[in-house]
């Protein structure tokens, strides 16, 4: 989660104003202040290697001054137009105002301008669809087959992102690290940086400044940063955030054991293997017998010949079981925009289990996606995994 003022939170269960400000900029410079946004949202995926993406609809004339306006699709022949794909970036700002009228301002995306379409005459809506600056890395192929090693992982992964971007920032808050042995990647760099990251129990993302973050993958004892519960009689942490909460449940692509092999030891017979399993007894996926109550038993096995300690190993493996095993329950929540909130943010869900509202189940989720709408009223979906039962 991105920080916030003091007052933030209370704000968001609370009524408030919305006020999204867009500014355009290339190379550094800003060409636009206060893009007049009509509609649009932005929607921040995990899963996607671009993980902000926005989609505006402004009007066909943009104002230039107090009794100016200009159209706001380019011209072709203007060398220098205000909104174009030619580099142009968009920074995107979201404040929620107070009740007496205090702005509370988070960024919310640095995206670079992807599409713009609409009447060349002025007479409809112009939409604009960009995307967050992994993108520009992603698109920096290998045109030959690269291979990397070295002492860190994660300073490999800041020079890749780098040779791309030579003035990115890249910053470093996890927790492991490890050696990179020799690895080969024919074309796809961020596909190498993804892996790279997977090594040391890592995930990397643009920020919503725009800068690259390598930060460690939430596992289930991590700790949640915001709450979605109902309004009523039981409304833990304030409550009021949560409106509706659709439930899914599939075994498809589940595992509840995952097994890491690290190196083989110089005179070793086999690799170090660390293994994570499953073992809560408030999981819906937990390792045992079927028979028994458990939900069975399916594992995987992840080489990372980079891994050189049994630690190292244990420590990807919990990583990935996080992943595997909460995508056998999730939900769609409908709840109040939170707009600080990431991708991969742990959060807790509270669920009344009864019609008084007074019983109640907590689970802790993880957050996979969701939409951040930049006009007053829009839907806040969001989309997650279950990861275990909370102990009130």
Not at 49 to 59: H, I, K, Q
Not at 220 to 249: H, I, K, M, N
């Amino acid at each position: 989660m991105w920080p916030v003022p003091e007052a933030y939170d209370d704000v968001v269960r609370s009524s408030n104003g919305l006020s999204v400000t867009v500014d355009v900029f290339k190379a550094g410079v800003r060409l636009y202040s206060g893009l007049p946004v009509v509609g649009g949202s932005i929607t921040v995926d995990a899963t996607s290697a671009t993980r902000r993406t926005c989609s505006l609809t402004l009007p066909p004339f943009l104002p230039t001054g107090a009794y100016s306006q200009a159209p706001a699709l380019p011209d072709p022949l203007d060398g220098a137009p205000r909104l174009a794909t030619r580099g142009h970036e968009l920074r995107v700002r979201h404040s929620l105002i107070t009740s007496d009228g205090t702005p509370l301002t988070i960024p919310v995306g640095r995206f670079r301008v992807d599409d713009l379409s609409g009447s060349a005459l002025g007479r409809t809506e112009v939409t604009l669809g960009g995307v967050s600056r992994e993108a520009h890395v992603a698109d920096d192929v290998f045109i030959s087959p690269r291979t990397v090693q070295g002492p860190s992982a994660a300073a490999l992964i800041g020079q890749l992102i780098r040779e791309s971007l030579p003035q990115a920032v890249v910053i470093n808050v996890a927790s492991h690290d490890a050696p990179v042995r020799e690895m080969t990647e024919g074309s796809d760099r961020w596909g190498l940086i993804l892996t790279l990251a997977t090594s040391i129990a890592a995930q990397v993302y643009a920020d919503p400044l725009g800068q690259f973050v390598i930060a460690d993958s939430p596992t289930v004892d991590t700790e949640p940063v915001w709450t979605f519960a109902p309004g009523g009689r039981y409304s833990p942490g304030g409550g009021r955030t949560l409106v509706d909460a659709q439930r899914a449940e599939s075994r498809a692509d589940v595992v509840n054991r995952v097994a890491v092999q690290g190196s083989t030891p110089d005179g070793a017979p086999d690799p170090i293997v660390g293994v994570a399993i499953d073992d809560d007894p408030t999981s819906p996926t937990r390792w045992g017998d079927p028979d028994a109550g458990a939900w069975g038993r399916a594992s995987v096995v992840i080489s990372q010949p980079n891994l050189t300690s049994l630690a190292q190993c244990r420590t990807v493996a919990r990583a990935e079981l996080a992943k595997r095993t909460g995508a056998a329950a999730g939900l769609d929540l409908s709840a109040v925009p939170h707009a600080a909130l990431e991708a991969r943010d742990v959060v807790d869900v509270v669920v009344p289990t009864s019609a008084s509202g007074y019983s109640h189940t907590v689970r802790r989720h993880v957050i996979d996606r969701f939409t951040l709408p930049l006009t007053a009223g829009g839907d806040f979906p969001v989309t997650t995994r279950d990861l275990r039962a909370v102990t009130a």
